[in-house]
């Protein structure tokens, strides 16, 4: 079974700065999908960004992007020039690619980003 | 964009009594899920439906049932609710396809008393 990895379970930033969210996954899997998805206070789950394991190049979606290893298992997710409604929960999910395009979440990190 | 609606954000009811959870999405997507999200724990998979009438068990369906008459709407039923089903529930949806995200309803706080 998969396992994912959120080891920051709090962080906060400053307006403007850059920050970046660690996310580790544990799979045996070669092809597979990983995500990272945004709940801010008023709670709808949205997509952030979307990463194809087979794609060596780096998912980017405006201030966001994404620093993939694949060697490493390891996902993380960087905002540059922090707003505030970057405030709200992260999360990091894995999607086997034959898995029915179920997902397996991360515990989440809490973002505050600072006036 | 994709609609995923679920019937009420909050809801409090009390030990014992059966509770339904509705889930309805407009995007004609054959793939609907339910999970549970604690603090510390992330979302948690309770049960998923690849197509009408059909279900599979997540990985904490203990205490739960789903219902999927039409594609869509997936129920979540708690048989006899428990204080430690206290939690938010998420609906999500998506398209069958590899790799296609998930679309997700704005929650219900469930608060069994």
């Known amino acids: 079974a998969q396992t994912v990895t959120q080891s920051q379970p709090e962080m906060s930033v400053q307006e403007a700065e850059t920050v970046t969210l660690s996310c580790t996954y544990d799979?045996?899997?070669?092809?597979?999908?990983l995500f990272w998805y945004k709940q801010p206070p008023s709670r709808q789950m949205i997509l952030v960004i979307r990463?194809?394991?087979?794609?060596?190049q780096n998912a980017t979606e405006n201030r966001f992007s994404v620093n993939f290893q694949k060697a490493a298992k390891s996902f993380s997710l960087k905002i540059s020039d922090s707003q505030l409604g970057d405030t709200a929960m992260y999360f990091c999910?894995?999607?086997?690619?034959?898995?029915?395009?179920?997902?397996?979440f991360g515990g989440g990190t809490r973002l505050m980003v600072k006036p | 964009d994709v609609k995923v609606t679920q019937s009420s954000r909050y809801l409090v009811k009390r030990t014992g009594e059966k509770v339904f959870l509705e889930c309805v999405q407009d995007?004609?997507?054959?793939?609907m899920f339910w999970y549970r999200q604690d603090p510390g724990l992330g979302l948690r998979l309770i049960y998923f439906?690849?197509?009408?009438?059909?279900?599979e068990k997540g990985d904490i369906p203990e205490g739960y049932s789903v219902s999927r008459e039409k594609k869509e709407r997936f129920s979540l039923i708690l048989e006899s609710a428990s204080t430690n089903q206290t939690s938010m529930y998420l609906c999500a949806s998506s398209s069958p396809h590899p790799g296609q995200p998930q679309h997700f309803g704005d929650g219900t706080r469930l608060s069994i008393l």
């Open positions: 995007m004609d997507h054959e793939n």
């Open positions: 990463q194809e394991a087979y794609k060596q």
């Open positions: 999910a894995f999607m086997g690619y034959n898995a029915g395009n179920m997902l397996t």
């Open positions: 439906s690849y197509d009408v009438k059909m279900k």
């Open positions: 799979t045996s899997e070669n092809n597979y999908y």
